[in-house]
């Protein structure tokens, strides 16, 4: 299913920040790809997001 997991049990504070850049980068990539329409409106695409101010990013786009 080409799924990324992935826990992180870290010490460090600068893991802790690289790992979250790289989530929004990828989450912002996400709404690019919605937007130049690449998913059909039948498509289910779910991003689970694992921490901090989820509500942040919360966006509502139309697929059709």
Same mark, same amino acid.
């Given at each position: @299913? !080409?799924? !990324?997991? %992935? *826990? ?5 504070y600068?893991?802790? +920040?690289? #790992? @979250? ?5 990828? *989450?912002?990539?996400?709404?690019? @790809?919605? %937007?130049?329409?690449? *998913? ?6 779910? +991003?689970l +997001? ?6 942040? *990013?919360?966006? !509502?786009? #139309?697929?059709?």
């Open positions: @299913m !080409d799924t !990324d997991v %992935r *826990f992180m049990d870290t010490d460090s600068d893991d802790i +920040y690289a #790992e @979250m850049d790289r989530v929004s980068k990828a *989450f912002a990539g996400l709404v690019k @790809m919605a %937007r130049e329409g690449q *998913f059909k409106p039948t498509d289910n695409v779910l +991003y +997001y694992s921490g901090g101010a989820g509500g942040l *990013f919360a966006i !509502d786009i #139309e697929l059709d």
